[in-house]
């Protein structure tokens, strides 16, 4: 107990990290709806996770989208079920640092069909 206490004060504290997570998700919702080839899966806003963006394009796009990915060093989640050919899920966790966020955006907004 004593351990994960002194853990817990070498982190930042839950509002400084939700308000990451709130900044971080604005900006993937911005990046995902200026993209030509793909469109947001949740289209309320007012259900959509924070920690979790999902992303719509047809099963070529999602399959280029991915293979693209992965040749830069990146994993992208997929979908579940009837959705998993044409959606792909991008994790907006606290422990996923900054340059990698980065890179991601940068790559989705650099992408091409």
């Known amino acids: 107990i004593y351990l994960l206490m002194r853990t817990l004060e ?3 504290g ?3 990290t939700e308000q990451e997570i709130e900044r971080r ?3 993937w919702i911005k990046t995902i709806e200026a993209l030509p080839y793909a469109s947001l899966l949740i289209k ?3 259900v959509r996770s924070k920690t979790v963006v999902a992303l719509e394009a047809g099963p070529a796009v999602v399959d280029k989208l991915r293979e693209a990915a992965k ?3 990146m994993v992208l ?3 579940y079920g009837k959705l998993k050919k044409t959606t792909l899920r991008i994790a907006n966790f606290p422990a996923i640092e900054e340059q990698e966020i980065e890179k991601l955006h940068s790559f ?3 992408f091409y069909v």
Do not use: Y
């Open 108 to 110: 989705l907004t650099s």
């Open 44 to 46: 309320n806003g007012e």
């Open 77 to 79: 989640g997929n979908g």
């Open 10 to 12: 070498s982190r930042p």
């Open 25 to 27: 998700f604005q900006a």
């Open 14 to 16: 839950i509002r400084q």
């Open 71 to 73: 040749n830069e060093g």
